[in-house]
């Protein structure tokens, strides 16, 4: 089975998300004997390029008109290449860059596709996915029936591969800018800068939730202790409703979907919406004043206190240590 990634980058830099889709592909190969190549997609790609051809052989389809991930045009490339190359399975992160462009590209193909998901195996001689559904109530296995297939993976569900001694090819592509839609005009981003990881791609992630008064409160104890393991900081909604934290902290159903190896909730009561979004985190941590909270049900390792007091010894037992 020849496999493609589709890479997603910040320009200079893959973002580690993708590395979770590569490992994914890698076991696809090893499985059907197959291949694998990179897909990257943009414009003053060089470097993302280089740091890909650690993993696999790249594919570049650079082009001032592709300088912003706009779906129209990224899909259009997307398509394009898969057609000419007749790849068999497309892969790569489950993110919003993925649903906007992965999606309309797969629309595109006419293949069938999987998203977010979390596992496979193979049973006679047929793929099965695992994702989750119903807002994580539910963990499907689900069969595609179609060509080219088209898949996205949950960040951290697979390992990534380990980098190769010596760099894979890199070849570039031409790019018919006269055939690239024109229908979406990029005009901006509107996004908070910060010092820590996003949520979907750190493997340990600190949640705060409704037991935080303050956005002080909150940066002092939930962005503390993340900052003591390099980790990301989420939030509940309760805390996003009350303007305490930004949208896009936001853990759960209607917010990101993570997946780390730690996750960590503090004052967090367990509504289902937000198990929806960490309920597949390989360790979680609960610290809650309410013995009967909801979240110590799916915690692998529970405290019942008051986040006030049992979060700063956390961080000076950290700092100790």
């Known amino acids: 089975m020849r496999v493609l990634i589709v890479v997603e980058h910040y320009g200079t830099t893959a973002r580690p998300a993708s590395a979770s889709a590569a490992g994914f592909a890698y076991s696809i190969a090893r499985q059907t004997e197959g291949s694998v190549e990179c897909l990257v997609v943009g414009h003053q790609i060089e470097d993302v390029a280089r740091q890909c ?4 052989p790249v594919l570049c389809c650079d082009s001032p008109l592709l300088a912003d991930p706009v779906a129209d045009r990224y899909a259009k490339v997307i398509a394009t290449v898969v057609t000419e ?14 649903r906007d462009i992965v999606g309309r590209a797969a629309g595109l193909l006419g293949g069938a596709m999987a998203s977010d998901v979390i596992g496979h195996e193979w049973r006679d001689g047929e793929l099965l996915l695992r994702r989750p559904m119903f807002a994580g109530a539910a963990t499907a296995t689900v069969v595609l029936k179609g060509e080219p297939k088209i898949i996205t993976i949950r960040p951290t569900a697979y390992e990534p591969p380990q980098p190769a001694e010596n760099p894979f090819e890199i070849t570039s592509l031409s790019v018919d800018e006269k055939s690239l839609p024109n ?18 791609e750190s493997r340990v992630v600190v949640s705060g939730g409704r037991a935080f008064k303050s956005a002080d409160d909150y940066e002092k104890l939930v962005g503390g202790l993340a900052d003591c393991l390099d980790g990301a900081a989420g939030s509940s909604r309760a805390l996003v409703d009350a303007g305490i934290t930004p949208n ?3 853990v759960g159903q209607t917010g990101k979907i ?12 367990g509504a289902l919406q937000h198990l929806a979004g960490m309920k597949n985190s390989k360790v979680v941590a609960a610290v809650n004043h309410d013995p009967e909270a909801p979240i110590f049900q799916v915690a692998d390792y529970g405290l019942v206190g008051d986040v006030y007091e049992v979060v700063p010894q956390m961080i000076e037992k950290l700092h100790a240590g």
Do not use: M, N, W
């Open 248 to 250: 896009e902290l936001q």
């Open 183 to 200: 229908q979406i005009q990029f005009v901006g981003v509107d996004s908070k800068a910060g010092h820590r990881p996003d949520v979907t």
């Open 258 to 269: 993570v997946a780390p190896e730690l996750y960590i909730a503090l004052g967090i009561s």
């Open 53 to 56: 051809s650690t993993c696999a």
């Open 85 to 98: 190359r007749e790849f068999d399975l497309i892969v790569a992160a489950s993110t919003t860059f993925a």
